[in-house]
T-cell receptor, first 113, second 118 residues
């Protein structure tokens, strides 16, 4: 069975600090997909990124970057120069066979001005 | 393009009452998912449909919960009778195998229905 662990339940930073959200997954499948979602205070779930198991290239999108390391089963998410608007709960998720996503418990990020 | 639409956005009801949550997936998406989010259990998949057919309902907590998808543009999640422990945010999501390539599709979530059972 798949399992996603986000060990950091809550992180608090001051604006402009860099912050990394950790995600560790467990799977026996060789083909799988990893995702990050953002849930701002308004409550909706916003898709941020997907990565497949064959693509270990890191990705950067503006202030966001993702580090996928298959050797450590990790898919970490870094926000550079954090802003108050980044305050949200961030979920890491895994999908292998079938359609079902397995979500981690989420990390609540609070960015203070 | 309209996203996933859910109604109502908020529902307050009394224990024992029937509750029906509604979802309209993104047009063209052929998979639909119902999730429940609580502080204690996080995000849980309740059931998902592929081409209107229920594929996996192992996450449905008990017989009081039922879900239907009579056509490609509409799904309901019904709780009868409702109990206080059903209080949660219920999300509907949809996806298509073609968005992002086969097997890589992300799920697009609706805004959720916040259910409170008194």
């Amino acid at each position: 069975a798949q399992k996603v662990t986000q060990a950091q339940t809550e992180i608090s930073v001051v604006e402009k600090e860099d912050v990394t959200l950790d995600c560790v997954y467990e799977t026996r499948d060789t083909t799988y997909y990893l995702f990050w979602y953002k849930q701002p205070p308004s409550g909706e779930l916003v898709f941020l990124i997907r990565r497949n198991s064959f693509d270990e290239q890191n990705e950067i999108s503006g202030r966001y970057s993702w580090n996928f390391q298959k050797s450590t089963s990790s898919f970490n998410f870094t926000i550079t120069a954090s802003q108050v608007v980044d305050s949200a709960v961030y979920f890491c998720a895994h999908r292998s066979a079938g359609n079902m996503l397995t979500f981690g418990g989420g990390t609540r990020l609070m960015v203070k001005p | 393009d309209a996203g996933v639409i859910q109604s109502p956005r908020h529902e307050v009801t009394e224990m024992g009452q029937e509750v029906t949550l509604r979802c309209k997936p993104i047009s063209g998406h052929n998979s639909l998912f119902w999730y429940r989010q609580t502080m204690m259990r996080g995000l849980e998949l309740l059931i998902y449909f592929n081409n209107n057919v229920p594929i996996d309902d192992s996450g449905m907590p008990e017989d009081r919960f039922s879900a239907k998808m009579p056509n490609a543009s509409f799904s309901t999640l019904k709780i009868q009778p409702s109990e206080p422990r059903d209080s949660a945010v219920y999300f509907c999501a949809s996806s298509s195998p073609t968005s992002g390539g086969p097997g890589m599709y992300e799920q697009f979530f609706g805004p959720g229905t916040r259910l409170t059972v008194l």
